[in-house]
């Protein structure tokens, strides 16, 4: 699925990342827990998350994650943002709740990972 | 080459500047992707848990041509057992470590199954180190 299908899917906005929006992701994955995302060997997917901090950036940094969703409405601050583009990645903002924004990619063909 | 960082407990704004630059080295390096993924994971999860529970700490970096080693040093309250805190889920992390998160349990086993070596030493009430050796493929 193309950054730029996930967007429309979730009515999303797009913070960060705007020339990265042709870029494919095959997996996501939906978590609050930084230390679980950390565990995963999969590293081309698209992470789903209500955790808004300069954390959750970091931890895509090292697990070579390219592209965060951002739910429930929450907006990235500016260091955040910076921290994004410094590393190339793709920041999206949906309005719909984690539950949603998973179901809706689900639907639309997003693989988990397991 | 070798590096050094400091790191300062509770500053979580600061956590993960060491990895970050790590990892700029390691590529510059043309280090194999998933070899420098999964040392600076390792090393990420370290200097979590030293924001997270320690006072101050230091991150030293040696890289050779075959390897890295890395030594993550704090002042703080120490690992009282470490078999207990190797294993998956135990934790001692506060609240606001977990607010951030962290602080599930899952960091010393990461840190086990990212690395080749994995050593840890820790004085209860004066501070801990951990050694990590990652091999170049």
Known sequence: MKLKDIAVVLNATISCGTDKLDQEVEMGYSSDLMSDVLTLDTDNLVLLTGMVNLQAIRTAEMADIRAIVFVRNKRANQQMLDLAKENGMCILESPYSLFKSSGLLFQAGLKPIY | ?137
């Open chain 2, 1 to 137: 080459m070798k590096l050094l960082f400091t790191i300062q407990g509770g500053d979580f704004t600061r956590a993960g500047h060491p990895s970050s630059e790590v990892k700029k080295v390691l590529k510059q390096l043309d280090i194999d992707g998933k070899t420098i993924k999964n040392i600076v994971i390792a090393l990420y999860e370290a200097e979590v848990n030293v924001v997270a529970h320690a006072w101050k700490g230091t991150v030293s970096v040696e890289i050779e041509e075959n390897k890295i080693t890395i030594w993550v040093s704090d002042e703080g309250p120490g690992i009282a057992d470490i078999e207990l805190a190797m294993q998956a889920g135990y934790s001692t992390a506060s609240k606001e470590v977990r607010e951030m998160g962290f602080g599930a349990g899952m960091g010393l086993p990461n840190m086990k199954k990212n690395t080749d070596e994995l050593h840890i030493e820790s004085e209860v009430g004066i501070g801990t180190k951990v050694k990590m050796v990652n091999y170049f493929s």
